[in-house]
């Protein structure tokens, strides 16, 4: 069955939804998005999502799109026009259409764009077997923090890996560790400590990231914000991902050699079902 997408305004079937050529998000990625799972018709994270968008959009200078309120009612929308039980619901805010300059039109309407994905989100095999990624440069622009369209060297990597028979890429800047592909980085060191870089410019800001760190400390489980270099990566005893879609994944391989034993270490383990367990009873 045809999905519902929202388009400035309108829904419209998919096969006929559509954007200007004109528009910024297209021509320029002059854009960001967010994507907020859901799990039994419900929204996962949304509320920190919502303030994720509101950073982004402050940071590169673009309207809101609509009221907080209203933006909720769109998501709301979206799931129940498409029957989506689980999977994700995509946003993309752009800086809207005008001719085409270098220089932005401050008079540009800002566009907006939703639809939904369904996908395996809880029963997700690779949280049995593990990921297997490759270390790669990082060679994205250097605002990461801010969640623009700007992917297309994540999406060359991450494809690279798969080609080669991997699941992700590590993406690593002057020795040391930013983030996966489309997640968040952490290991696990041999005292069980959970570590994850900071903060910064260099990686996102991830929703689900924080999410654990706070779920940590609420359980006892040590938990710092450190740099993680590749030496550091390659002598951890377990290594995970976190992100919207994926929640918690295990890393049992990198660049060919195992992660601890090589398989789902207890700690990763232990956050997935607590991350989960957190995220389905804050739903909304």
Request: with cysteine; glycine share 8%; net charge negative.
């Amino acid at each position: 069955m045809a999905r519902s997408v929202y388009v400035n305004g309108v829904w419209q079937d998919e096969g006929v939804a559509s954007i200007s050529v004109f528009d910024r998000g297209f021509l320029f990625a002059d854009a960001v998005y967010e994507v907020a799972a859901v799990v039994g018709g419900k929204l996962i994270d949304y509320e920190a999502h919502a303030r994720r968008l509101s950073r982004s959009l402050k940071e590169l200078a673009i309207a809101e799109p609509m009221p907080a309120a209203e933006l909720l009612e769109l998501h709301r929308q979206a799931v129940s026009r498409n029957g989506l039980e689980e999977g994700l619901v995509y946003l993309q805010a752009t800086r809207g259409a005008a001719d085409r300059d270098f220089v932005i039109d401050p008079n540009a309407a800002p566009g907006l764009v939703l639809f939904t994905q369904a996908k395996t989100v809880l029963a997700n095999p690779k949280a049995q077997t593990g990921l297997k990624v490759k270390c790669m440069p990082d060679r994205r622009w250097g605002r990461r923090d801010i969640k623009t369209v700007q992917l297309l060297y994540s999406s060359l990597a991450k494809s690279q890996a798969v080609r080669e028979g991997l699941d992700d890429a590590i993406l690593v800047e002057d020795g040391m560790v930013t983030e996966a592909s489309s997640a968040n980085l952490h290991i696990v060191d041999e005292e069980g400590v959970i570590h994850t870089p900071p903060l910064s410019e260099a990686l996102l800001p991830g929703i689900t990231r924080g999410s654990v760190l706070s779920i940590a400390r609420d359980h006892a489980i040590p938990a710092r914000e450190s740099p993680i270099s590749v030496e550091a990566l390659g002598r951890a005893r377990e290594a995970f991902i976190t992100s919207a879609t994926s929640f918690v994944l295990p890393v049992v391989e990198v660049d060919g050699r195992a992660v601890g034993d090589g398989r789902p270490g207890p700690i990763t383990r232990r956050m997935r079902e607590l991350y989960i367990a957190s995220s389905l009873r804050t739903a909304i």
